[in-house]
């Protein structure tokens, strides 16, 4: 059995195993490819705004060296825009610029491109961009530019910025050192996005980009999360179909194993019993037996086993006829007081003859029900015939009919029955995994005759039991009540 779970198991986890690391691999792909489509032209947009940005300095820049060249001094130049002045070499010195750097510029300008270097312009929101202009001298000269920031970033930039941002993306610039926002096209915070690229122009801010409600990321986002759920819902059916599979299985070999040990005890108990009638029957016959008392007791064994044997058979009969579905009910009034009297009477004397006592507990009236008497009959019988076998010897069982509501009892102080073993006691050919019931005769169908004939009768059947102290089986009589 445990092999067959296993197999079962591997058969339909494998698969299920498969598909899920398939599904993820194609997703981290796909996620991977998108990523990097999308870092790729993330990188193309913030480069275009830093080139916009140089762009603009350097055609000022280029605009400054054509003058100087016509020979206009720096310093008088006008101011205009987010230019607030010119600054020459040496103004720039005070600001922070070394020689070094200065040397820098215009080597870089003799090999053809204009570099800009900035420092803070002495006042916040002012930014001092150092650069070289060839103006004919031997050497080129360096001159700067103070920038109002902000003014830059809304009459340069803003405009750009803006476009990107109609894009579905949120574009800003932030400060470096506290992530302050100078611009953003929406509220968004630098610290909830990773694509941030320095602002080349101005160091001590940088450029980010917000991708929240992106149409590609909204939709990588969704198919991942359809990936799971799909991989999720494969799993649980296919866990579905496991469990079943396992259940069906165990109930199949619970069944079968049922039904061999259901044989061999039918075989046995039919068995035993004929075995001694045959024995009693032959001695008698012969003539063998040395008193009449004796002879009077194999009568009584002979008589007592006959009973035993028609109530298995007719247990067995009983069983079939259910289980064909051909059992018939004839309901009828019944007075369950007189029922009940009766068939204590009739039993009595075999609890006596088993070392045993039964006692009743019936009302002095009448209780009349719609009920099939001899069904009644025969499933209190059952529980009459279990309360003697296994209860101990000097037990006293009790049968009750009790009132409001009205339900019938039978009681035991017998071993009692494993908590366990309760869910499966009117399951048919169930017996309970004990010596005592090892030792019983039983083919474990008795109870499933009762549970059979209350459920016909629509009573609710019940079971309570403590080990040791015995059992109490309860018919719950619902309907059709008549009190006389
Ligand atoms: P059988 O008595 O033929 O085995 P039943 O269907 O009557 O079959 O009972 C099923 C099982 O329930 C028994 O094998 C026994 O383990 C348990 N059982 C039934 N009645 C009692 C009882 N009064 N006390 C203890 N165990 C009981």
Redesign the pocket.
Known sequence: MNRYRAWILALALVPAAILAVGEYWSTRETDALIAETWNRQVDGILYSLNQQAYDWAANRAGDLESRLRRGEPAAGLPARGSIRAVLDARALRGLGLTEAEAEALGRDLGQGYRRFISRPGGMADLLALGFAVDTGEPTPRVVGFLIDKNRFIAEEMEAALRLVGSQGLGVGIFAVVDGAPVFRSRPFEVATTDIRRPFWLMPDYELAIDTEGDRLQAWARARLWRSLGLIALVGLVLGGGLWLVFKTVRRESELARLKSDFVANVSHELKTPLALIRLYAETLELGRVPTEAKRLEYYKTIGQETERLTHMIRNILDFSRMEAGKTTYRFAPTDLTALLARLADMYAPVFERAGARLTTELPDTEVVVEADADALTEALL?LLD??L??GKPGNRARLSLLKDPIRIQVR?E????APE?IPH?FDPF???E?SL?QE?K???????LVKHIADAHGWPIGVSSSPGAG?TFELVVQSGVTNR
């Open positions: 059952n279990n309360a076998k296994y035991d017998g071993a009692g029955i073993a006691l169930f017996r309970a004990s019931v019983t039983g083919a474990g169908l008795g109870l499933a059992s």
